[in-house]
């Protein structure tokens, strides 16, 4: 299996054999069920997995159908992840955290903090007006560049907003323990989100 889904746990650090401290990432990882076998790709098969069991009551009909027609209890959490074409799993399958060694490289994928409504100095890192000098505008955009042309603002100009809360990705991580009793990944460095937030985490 390529990958797996998490729940990040929150960041502590580690002391490395060469006696150096490294600030890592806890990473609940799986156990994950394999609910479906989808379509075959280039590399190999697709794998629908599940995390965390789900309340019933949280399950709408046909996702309950899901379940039941392959015999396994309501998840969470589902995402599909591919597979080498030398790996076989069957529905009900379980993913550990097994599937990685410590020293691979992985891609974490997860939900940023949402952080509200931002200006522009702190959304875009704007330096704003002067302080002095009779300036009445310290935090604002300014001139957006609308005149007779082109009437409108340009897409994508930086501007106030909702920030964060956006799906991030952060690569070339380093696995630096495995703790596979504990359902547990140590990551080298931060990961996008919040405690408790869901990971995906990918080789």
């Given at each position: ?11 502590t ?9 490294v ?21 190999g098969?697709?794998y ?10 949280s ?25 080498s074409?030398d ?25 940023s903090k949402?952080k ?6 702190k ?6 007006g ?29 501007l ?28 080298k ?15």
């Amino acid at each position: 299996m390529q990958g797996i889904l998490g729940k990040k746990l929150g960041m502590t650090r580690i002391f490395v054999e060469e006696g150096k401290s490294v600030a890592v990432t806890v990473i609940e990882a799986g156990p994950c069920v394999v609910v479906q076998k989808k379509g075959e790709q280039s590399q190999g098969p697709v794998y629908q997995l599940g995390f965390i069991p789900a309340k019933p009551k949280s399950v709408n009909k046909p996702i309950q159908g899901h379940f039941s027609k392959k015999g396994i209890p309501p998840m969470a959490h589902l995402k599909e992840f591919p597979a080498s074409g030398d790996q076989a799993y069957q529905v009900g399958d379980e993913v550990r955290v097994d599937i990685f060694q410590i020293g691979d490289k992985v891609k974490v994928q997860g939900t940023s903090k949402g952080k509200g409504f931002a200006g522009v100095v702190k959304r875009w890192n704007f330096s704003g007006g002067k302080d002095t000098h009779g300036c009445t505008s310290h935090r604002v955009p300014g001139s957006i560049g609308s005149s007779a042309y082109p009437s409108r603002v340009i897409k994508g100009k930086k501007l106030p907003g909702h920030m964060g809360n956006h799906r991030v990705s952060t690569l070339h991580l380093s696995i630096v323990d495995i703790r596979p009793e504990s359902n547990l990944l140590l990551v080298k460095g931060a990961v996008p989100g919040s405690r408790n937030n869901l990971l995906a985490i990918y080789k």
